[in-house]
């Protein structure tokens, strides 16, 4: 067998959840399923409940935590809020949380290592008539199941899982911008496995798009830059989805986080390694004793948020990051950097810098006569540089006094930001 393979069947082997896992998720779902059906037939609610997700589509990955789809479809005449009528429904469930997202869902926990999400979603004939991509998921499961029946394919799509997951590519979420579960499913299939996805993403040339249509619901590809709307043809692959035609299945998916996985199928082709499908943790350590020899400042901040964790919380908190970014390279050379978002709350920030030894400060046009005498007022030394007086200043401040200082000058900003807390840690 060739070392690719060999590593593909060790991977495998530990990405497949044991037995044991499979066995205790079945027992604890047909529990629940037969309380939540006698509920809904009480309520004489017009519900259909249907098992989604990577459980529903034999693609599930061995976990730390398992989160297990089960989807409400409202019937068309159902009146008032979906997700108010789904909290009513599990009124009576132990350790039920509410989720808050495009549109609210609920978990339930049902062990240290496995919870249930209830998303309500509308029971919709065309797929025109959603109001929320939730309300396609029964088409995605219908379609996969349907078009994925060979074992191979569906193992070499936990591989794909695992790679992505392992290199910080897996799901849709703003704060990851990587590829969904359902879009990974569509693309191992389109190139028949693993390793040839993952082969014709190598060979890929840098900002070239790639426009696939499985079920060829579009002419050519011309006809999909020109029938989609333009917010849909951003991302560097165009997957349409194969139940939906106006629909981008990869819309989310960032050119910053596609060239990251572009880069690692071309390490792992040019040298295949297990390493390839581990988590790699960030050495914080080992990275401030770097900085420290080089004589540049370490920092590790944390940052919470007022809004609910989830998909929400994780994009503000890297919003703020990237905001925070910008303000420290004003006055500092950033030369390591890193977000970690916990899937709370509350992220960690850390930057390794170098002081810059002065910043330019742009002032008023020269023309400008009134602002220009405040301007020179408060900067002795002042030239003219594009018809704009500036001066040079020194910066006198670590990153550590810089942070502090910022915080008070910027504690309204921070706040419409959603921010409630930034600490050194």
């Not at 880069?263 to 581990?278: A, D, V």
């Not at 948020?305 to 990051?321: H, I």
């Amino acid at each position: 067998m060739k070392k690719e393979d060999l590593i593909l069947r060790e991977v495998l082997e530990r990405v497949e959840p044991p037995k044991e896992d499979l066995d205790f998720i079945k027992g604890k779902l047909k529990e629940f399923l037969k309380r939540l059906n006698s509920k809904i037939n009480s309520s004489k609610l017009d519900i259909e409940v249907f098992i989604g997700g990577s459980y529903a589509k034999k693609t599930l990955i061995k976990k730390y935590k398992y989160d297990i789809d089960i989807f409400l479809r409202f019937g068309k005449n159902h009146k008032g809020d979906i997700s108010e009528s789904t909290k009513k429904l599990l009124g009576n469930f132990k350790e039920v949380f509410l989720v808050h997202g495009s549109r609210d869902y609920f978990n339930i926990k049902i062990s240290p290592s496995a919870f249930f999400e209830i998303v309500p979603v509308a029971r919709v004939k065309n797929p025109s008539e959603a109001e929320n991509i939730t309300d396609l998921s029964f088409s995605h499961v219908k379609y996969i199941n349907k078009k994925i029946k060979n074992k191979k394919i569906l193992d070499d799509i936990r591989i794909a899982k695992a790679f992505c997951h392992a290199n910080n590519c897996y799901g849709a979420e703003s704060y990851i911008r990587g590829f969904s579960g359902y879009g990974l499913e569509l693309l191992v299939y389109h190139y028949k496995g693993f390793l040839k996805f993952i082969r014709a993403i190598a060979k890929s040339k840098p900002k070239e798009k790639i426009i696939i249509d499985i079920e060829k619901q579009h002419k050519n590809k011309s006809s999909i830059l020109l029938d989609l709307n333009e917010s849909k043809l951003q991302s560097p692959i165009i997957l349409i989805d194969p139940t939906y035609k106006q629909r981008n299945v990869l819309a989310a998916l960032s050119d910053k986080t596609f060239e990251r996985f572009r880069k690692e199928c071309q390490k792992f082709l040019k040298s295949p390694s297990i390493e390839s499908f581990e988590e790699s943790e960030i050495d914080l350590e080992q990275i401030k004793n770097h900085a420290n020899k080089n004589k540049q400042e370490f920092i590790l901040l944390e940052a919470k948020t007022t809004k609910p964790e989830g998909d929400v919380a994780g994009s503000k908190l890297l919003k703020f990051y990237n905001h925070l970014e910008g303000e420290i390279s004003n006055f500092f050379e950033i030369k390591n950097k890193g977000f970690d978002y916990n899937d709370q709350k509350s992220a960690k920030y850390f930057f390794v810098v170098k002081q810059k030894k002065e910043i330019l400060i742009k002032g008023p046009f020269s023309e400008d006569k009134i602002n220009v005498q405040k301007f020179k007022k408060k900067h002795k030394s002042t030239f003219v540089k594009d018809k704009k007086v500036c001066a040079k200043v020194k910066v006198n401040s670590n990153l550590r006094e810089f942070i502090q200082k910022w915080k008070i000058k910027n504690s309204k900003r921070i706040k419409e930001m959603y921010i409630e807390g930034l600490e050194i840690v």
